[in-house]
């Protein structure tokens, strides 16, 4: 049998700016001065997407989705418990309790409720930038 096998570099260095290869081990020794080891595992294809300034900022500044969602959980929470608290409470003749039960029941739904909104409304945003992005590369 006819051995055609190509043969490959065991290791690789840079001298004088070029890459030089070898073939069979060498001892320290005798390679002297060496430089950086070269090892390279090669794509089938490579894929490059050009992205505009705009859809770059949005991609740097991530999600705030996430945040929006945080807070109106935190704000609507705390306006339901402000809530059940005013429907079971008797506040007798303290005016000032329940005018602050009442301030942070009402500010705690309101914001609440705007920041679900604010989510919900913007929660598709990121990734309908990458979507975009992908969708530019025919395949």
């Known amino acids: 049998m006819a051995e055609n096998k190509k043969i490959k570099a065991i290791d690789s260095e840079i001298q004088e700016g070029e890459i030089v290869e070898h073939f069979e081990k060498k001892a320290e020794s005798e390679s002297g001065i060496k430089g950086p080891k070269i090892r390279r595992g090669r794509y089938d294809s490579l894929v490059l997407y050009e992205v505009s300034e705009a859809e770059l900022q949005i991609i740097e500044r991530g999600s705030p989705n996430s945040l929006y969602l945080n807070f109106a ?67």
Request: proline share 0%; glycine share 6%; aromatic share 14%.
């Open 73 to 139: 959980i935190f704000l609507l929470s705390v306006g339901i418990s402000f809530l059940a608290t005013l429907l079971t409470f008797e506040f007798g003749e303290s005016n000032k309790k329940f005018t602050v039960f009442v301030v942070v029941t009402v500010i705690g739904l309101l914001v609440g409720i705007f920041l679900l909104i604010l989510w919900y409304r913007s929660k598709n945003q990121f990734d309908d930038v990458i979507k975009k992005i992908k969708s530019r590369v025919v395949e």
